[in-house]
């Protein structure tokens, strides 16, 4: 799952919002930093409320990424898409077609769900303003072994960024895969891969109840 499939269900609750963004967030600014399920859930019951619920919406990530990436819906249409992406690339002897098979079904999911409700990416960022930065950061400093100075800045750009509505046009999808390929050394896309994207949006916007029923916490 990407941010919005994982977090659109929490905008009432900000901390357990950025709490199912933190795995993600840790992987684009401090890759060393790993803040495992079984960190955070020795902090569900923290004394400090928002820290509790930033704790609980990172066991809510990991349990969602696990039930996730074992439906046949995800398994057969990352397969499907890493096919299009490999015949649509010039060959080579990387990993780029089977990355992008899985992380296109991931973000396309969440430009599906934008679309149905755009108003929803809205309550979305706004509850991502409410929180914190600086308690965030201090409170997953808590909760790994080794801590992070990058967090803190990490996240009111991501409001300002705001790249998740970028998920429904094709050329600024494009551009944004681009700054992951560059993030992972992985090859830059052509601008020809755009014309692949619509066939990708059809096959998972088809299956997307299938991609959505992971558990929530009790």
């Given at each position: 799952?990407?941010?919005f ?9 900000p ?8 795995p ?28 509790a ?21 995800f ?20 990993f ?21 409700d ?10 991502m ?7 965030i950061e ?19 750009l ?61």
């Open positions: 799952m990407n941010y499939a994982h977090g659109r269900r929490f905008v009432d609750d901390y357990f919002l950025a709490g199912t963004a933190v993600d967030w840790m992987n684009v600014v401090d890759r060393r930093v790993r803040v495992r399920e079984r960190y955070a859930a020795q902090h569900v019951a923290a004394d400090d409320p928002r820290v619920s930033l704790a609980r919406g990172i066991v809510q990530h990991h349990r969602d990424d696990a039930w996730f990436h074992e439906t046949r819906a398994t057969e249409l990352s397969w499907a898409t890493t096919v299009v992406v490999r015949d649509a690339l010039p060959a080579d002897d990387g780029r077609p089977s990355f992008l098979g899985h992380i296109l079904v991931e973000i396309v999911l969440d430009a599906t769900l934008i679309a149905e755009p108003a929803s990416l809205e309550r979305y960022y706004e509850a303003q409410a929180v914190d930065p600086t308690l201090s409170a997953i400093n808590q909760m790994v072994p080794h801590g992070t100075e990058r967090l803190a800045s990490m996240i009111p991501f409001s300002r960024e705001r790249f998740l509505s970028d998920y429904l046009d094709d050329e600024k999808l494009t551009f944004r895969l681009n700054q992951v390929m560059r993030r992972v050394k992985l090859p830059s896309l052509p601008d020809s891969f755009r014309e692949i994207l619509p066939g990708v949006r059809r096959e998972v916007t088809a299956r997307r109840d299938e991609l959505l029923a992971p558990p929530e916490l009790p």
